[in-house]
């Protein structure tokens, strides 16, 4: 459809212009920034307002999407290939793209004083496939938080579309490229506001360029920085997904976590580099630390506190490679731990197969999902405690129940914020919903208050086992909800499986050859095996996340790390298949 051909409804504009207007001055009388900052608010409230009316504005009998189409058929994409991908081009694109994310993962931000670099996603590091301080600060986060928004709104109906049409699907996926634009932006802002400062030289020529304005032309440069790492992150993940082997934010994340297990095992650098190796600064890696304190402490030594700090202390010790282990095995296991139904051609006699519905049936996308949810929320409420402008949001400002953090003064101290990161919430909700840091962090306090309540930032010991409470229901919770979602927006649900059956011409034997009769056979299944897949993938995470792993690698990313090395050995093994029988490449709908 022509962009002239799109039937609109011009009254929109009035009260949009009107809204985006009142925010612009809002903007002005509350913050009285100077002209080229305002400058830009007004830019970005135009293209707002502007995407706003597209949407709104749009009058057709379609989804109001449709009325995006101008920007989603001229986004830039990755060409789809026209034939078929030989496995070796595959294998060639796969490791050219992750040899580019390593690469692109140790290019710091020109212009940023690396000294005072506070990491907003420090918790979660792992899941969003990203390197503090470089192009890969923001990792894969506004790909999966674009993908959050548009699953939340589909699965709540919010978006009126039919994913299993062509044309509604193709609208899904640009609108969420667009989706996923607007969020690195979103992402990409706040950093500068006191999280990654520029380096004052920087500031001090750009001060001379134009007087006045060198701050704020400093921040556009690392913004800038932040918006083309992110967005080549975009594509390449479209290169992986057309051109290589699997999905490339799989793939990141993949290595990120694989790169987090090796140091936080081998690693034989202190905690503090700049100390020499002693009891309070052993090697980083779990092996040099056991050997360092085996080599180095006595007997009694080491039963009056040197087991201890090998078994559960803090950095890697021998129970979060233990339980990093146990979630490798426990993963694999339950990858191969499905339930076949069986089917039969309805024409040809004697034809068979099998249609395997897995035990973790909504693969590791939930986990993946809510871990990046969770990541927003630390984020926001960081956000909110500390920053100059947005600490006076009515109500939700500064507030000590909403999330707080220590100062970076109190880090320097001597009292309850000592050796804290800046990003570590001491209390209030997202003290509740952060990230457990294995059993020294809760099931110390526990046994012995009163020589490790330093670790409950001085809660209470229940408080401690609230939090894990907390901490756990919702990784569970959350993951079953967007399993739930993940299943009807990918058309794995019942009624979808059953066509797909259907236009095989198979049929489970003993049933009529109906879709109807497949789906309700189906029902008695996939919601079944939905929730307890979402419940299985958050309770590893979670339980993970408790035990505690090696190299902070977090549960979520030792859970998505095994996963995603399955899935791609098995993807590897079909392709491999694929490229020995060309009959079957035709019948899987390649082509020869």
Request: proline letters at 6%.
């Amino acid at each position: 459809m022509a962009d002239e051909e799109i039937p609109r409804d011009p009254r929109w504009a009035v009260p949009l212009a009107i809204l985006g207007g009142l925010v612009v001055a809002l903007f002005w009388f509350w913050d009285k920034p100077d002209l080229l900052a305002f400058a830009l608010v007004a830019i970005g409230m135009f293209v707002v307002m502007g995407l706003v009316y597209l949407g709104l504005s749009y009058d057709g009998p379609k989804s109001r999407l449709y009325g995006l189409q101008p920007i989603t058929s001229r986004m830039p994409a990755v060409a789809q290939p026209k034939g078929h991908v030989h496995f070796r081009t595959k294998l060639f694109w796969t490791i050219g793209i992750l040899l580019l994310y390593f690469l692109l993962a140790n290019i710091y931000l020109f212009g940023v004083d690396q000294a005072t670099v506070i990491d907003l996603f420090a918790s979660y590091r792992a899941i969003l496939a990203g390197a503090q301080g470089t192009l890969m600060h923001l990792g894969i986060g506004p790909i999966v938080t674009g993908s959050i928004i548009m699953q939340l709104f589909t699965g709540a109906k919010i978006i009126d579309l039919d994913l299993t049409d062509d044309e509604d699907k193709g609208m899904y996926q640009g609108t969420q490229k667009v989706l996923v634009v607007a969020m690195i932006f979103v992402e990409a802002v706040p950093q500068v506001f006191g999280y990654l400062t520029p380096d004052s030289s920087i500031v001090a020529r750009l001060g001379v360029a134009s007087p006045g304005n060198g701050m704020l032309l400093a921040d556009l440069i690392i913004i800038s920085q932040l918006v083309f790492g992110s967005y080549l992150v975009f594509l390449m993940d479209e290169v992986v997904s057309k051109w290589g082997i699997g999905s490339g934010v799989s793939l990141f994340i993949a290595a990120g976590v694989s790169q987090q297990i090796v140091q936080g095992t081998l690693n034989w650098v202190p905690q503090t580099p700049s100390t020499p190796i002693s009891a309070t600064n052993p090697p980083s890696g779990t092996i040099p630390k056991t050997l360092w304190f085996l080599t180095h402490y006595s007997a009694s030594q080491l039963a009056s506190g040197g087991w201890e700090q090998i078994l559960l202390r803090q950095p890697n010790p021998i129970v979060a490679f233990v339980g990093t282990a146990a979630i490798f095995f426990l993963v694999a296991w339950t990858e191969s731990t499905r339930i076949e139904l069986p089917l039969s051609h309805a024409e040809a006699r004697g034809a068979r197969g099998r249609y395997p519905l897995r035990l973790i049936y909504a693969s590791n996308i939930p986990v993946i999902l809510m871990s990046a949810l969770l990541a927003n929320v630390s984020m926001i409420t960081i956000l909110l405690w500390s920053n100059p402008t947005l600490a006076h949001f009515p109500l939700l400002g500064h507030q000590w129940w909403v999330g707080s953090y220590c100062t970076a003064a109190q880090t320097q101290g001597t009292g309850a914020c000592a050796g804290l990161s800046q990003t570590q919430p001491i209390s209030g909700g997202a003290f509740y919903l952060s990230t457990p840091n294995g059993l020294e962090s809760w099931l110390l306090p526990i046994l012995n208050f009163q020589q490790y309540k330093t670790f409950l930032f001085n809660h209470s010991w229940w408080q401690g086992l609230v939090h894990v409470m907390v901490y756990f229901g919702a990784m569970v919770g959350g993951s079953i909800l967007f399993a739930k979602f993940w299943i009807q927006t990918t058309n794995m649900g019942p009624e979808a499986v059953a066509r797909q059956i259907e236009a095989t011409g198979m049929q489970i034997p003993g049933f009529r050859r109906e879709p109807r009769v497949l789906r309700r056979v189906l029902e008695r299944y996939i919601p079944v095996i939905t929730v307890i897949s979402g419940a299985a993938v958050g309770s590893l995470a979670a339980g993970a996340d408790l035990i505690g792993t090696l190299g902070n690698a977090s549960g979520t990313g030792v859970l998505l790390m095994v996963g995603i090395i399955i899935n791609l050995y098995e993807a590897m093994g079909r392709e491999q298949l694929m490229e020995m029988n060309p009959l079957l490449r035709r019948f899987l709908g390649g082509e020869s």
